[in-house]
């Protein structure tokens, strides 16, 4: 088992092994269950516990965080990713179901449960990043590709992935990780980040040589660098 649900004082807790932890951890995220990471080393019931003696410090983060999800809410009818829409389906199921068909995320939920609940709105997220990964796959290699020929910046192997903390990375061997949150930027944007990569298969710093040489192949390098921390991977 290395998850398991628990609930203290009328709230549910997941707790979650990760063998790389080191140490307990707790979450609290928008539309999720508070989670508790523990280490391989360490009991569900140690983690338990660990949870019960933090119980005030995560009421007051799942307080804060729930007066902060009707800023996050997704409607169906403004939202769109770069080749599918959002489709909320309520039926007569006791279970939520994700699936992507001819550029819809089809999300079919319980009728009486509400669009704006946890529940459904963790499941459309879930279906939007399963729309991201798609999207991703197709665009990104080919885009890498384009790039990394018309600027002879060769590259050794691409691998696209569900990063959070950036956008993408270059690798010493000259391995190119890119985000499939990179679906969610401006085209020129993506060619940025792409170019940004590249440029680091030749120069691995932020060196003024490093920022000379995206410049000559992106222009206005820095302007579009500031434009891209406008946004963020959620």
Request: with cysteine; proline share 4%.
């Amino acid at each position: 088992m290395k998850s398991k649900l628990i609930k203290i004082n009328e709230i549910e807790i997941e707790l979650k092994k990760n063998s790389r932890a080191r140490r307990l951890i707790i979450s609290v995220k928008p539309f999720a269950n508070p989670t508790v990471t523990i280490p391989h080393y360490i009991s569900f019931r140690q983690g338990e516990e660990f949870a019960i003696e933090k119980m005030g410090w995560i009421e007051t983060q799942l307080y804060n965080m729930r007066s902060r999800e009707n800023d996050l809410l997704i409607n169906p009818e403004n939202f769109k990713t770069r080749n599918h829409s959002l489709e909320l389906i309520p039926t007569n199921t006791e279970n939520i179901s994700i699936r992507l068909n001819k550029g819809i995320i089809k999300i079919k939920y319980p009728n009486w449960k509400k669009s704006a609940s946890q529940e459904i709105q963790s499941a459309i997220r879930k279906g939007i990043l399963k729309a991201y990964k798609e999207e991703a796959v197709e665009y990104l290699p080919k885009r890498l590709n384009d790039l990394s020929d018309k600027f002879n910046l060769p590259f050794k192997e691409v691998y696209i992935k569900n990063i959070r903390s950036r956008w993408g990375s270059c690798s010493a061997s000259n391995n190119i990780n890119l985000s499939v949150h990179l679906m969610r930027l401006p085209d020129h944007l993506i060619d940025y980040v792409i170019l940004h990569e590249l440029v680091h298969t030749k120069i691995k710093n932020h060196s003024k040589i490093f920022w000379n040489m995206l410049d000559s192949f992106s222009g206005n390098a820095k302007g579009l660098d500031k434009e891209l921390k406008k946004f963020r991977i959620h």
